[in-house]
């Protein structure tokens, strides 16, 4: 047996291997990386403080407070004409540019685009009656998606709720990476009358997370911050308190967001602290 030629074969096999899993600890599903844990002490000061700011915390509240990096994501590139023609149909018609918006009108129904990459669809409003409960309404607002190519397996169903002055139902579908939502990157449907009344969509790319791991803060020190605050939820029922991405509209083709905790109330009102600094930001979901 030739030994020097065995041993060339081993070596470019374990470099093969090295290879390989040096690619699927890069690209692949990246885990909580340690971090640190909340006692069941802790969990009852999160508890304390919401209810002494008057709140009711509906929700578990996330022990683990791991090491995080931040994501780059980019905006998604389609033309405007190729986002009509889903919500539309073939044929779209002429653009109408007003005031820096593009707005494609057929048969009633409207598709507008934003510079920044928002669209929005509007259908033409009919008299139709509809009994239809939420269950019914979320069913035929995903099957409008999926029918019109705007479905994506990243999608989980973030809030819900009755729209009682359009007699319908309104679905806020957000976008994950990972297993993290992405609280900025949303579908927002409505349902009325037994028909998609309107839509919003704004999606972006996850391009993968920064190579820098540093230590979130824990849900407690996000609670402490979020009733530090001037009051910006109506005192309610907290629906979600969990761990994310948001990130502000950015005139850009590609950037970097940070992980955020959301602190959530049962109408979709939200407060978003900045999961490294503490910073705090609002935003009113609905």
Request: no cysteine.
């Amino acid at each position: 047996m030739d030994l020097s030629k065995a041993k060339t074969i081993l070596i470019l096999a374990f470099l093969l291997l090295n290879l390989f899993l040096s690619y699927r600890l890069l690209l692949g599903p990246q885990p909580l990386q340690a971090g640190h844990a909340l006692s069941g002490e802790d969990l009852e000061k999160v508890r304390a403080l919401l209810t002494a700011a008057g709140y009711e915390p509906a929700v578990p509240i996330p022990r683990q407070a791991p090491r995080l990096s931040l994501l780059h994501v980019s905006r998604k590139s389609q033309a405007d004409a190729a986002w009509a023609e889903m919500f539309l149909g073939a044929g779209v018609p002429e653009a109408v540019i007003a005031n820096g918006l593009t707005v494609f009108t057929k048969d009633g129904n409207s598709v507008t685009v934003a510079p920044s990459g928002q669209v929005v669809f509007r259908s033409a409003a009919t008299r139709k009656k509809s009994l239809a409960n939420m269950e019914e309404d979320r069913h035929l607002a995903e099957l409008f998606l999926k029918e019109n190519g705007l479905w994506w397996e990243d999608l989980k169903l973030d809030f819900s709720w009755p729209r009682r002055a359009e007699g319908g139902s309104f679905f806020r579908f957000v976008q994950t990476y990972q297993g993290f939502p992405l609280f900025f990157s949303t579908v927002e449907v409505l349902v009325a009358a037994g028909q998609v009344r309107e839509v919003k969509l704004y999606r972006v790319v996850s391009e993968g997370f920064s190579p820098t791991e540093l230590q979130v803060i824990s849900a407690l020190e996000a609670v402490q911050i979020f009733v530090e605050q001037p009051p910006v939820l109506p005192a309610q029922k907290i629906a979600d308190i969990s761990l994310g991405y948001f990130s502000e509209d950015y005139d850009a083709e590609r950037w970097e967001t940070v992980p955020v905790w959301r602190i959530a109330g049962t109408d979709g009102t939200a407060v978003y602290v900045n999961a490294f600094t503490g910073e705090v930001e609002t935003s009113v979901l609905k």
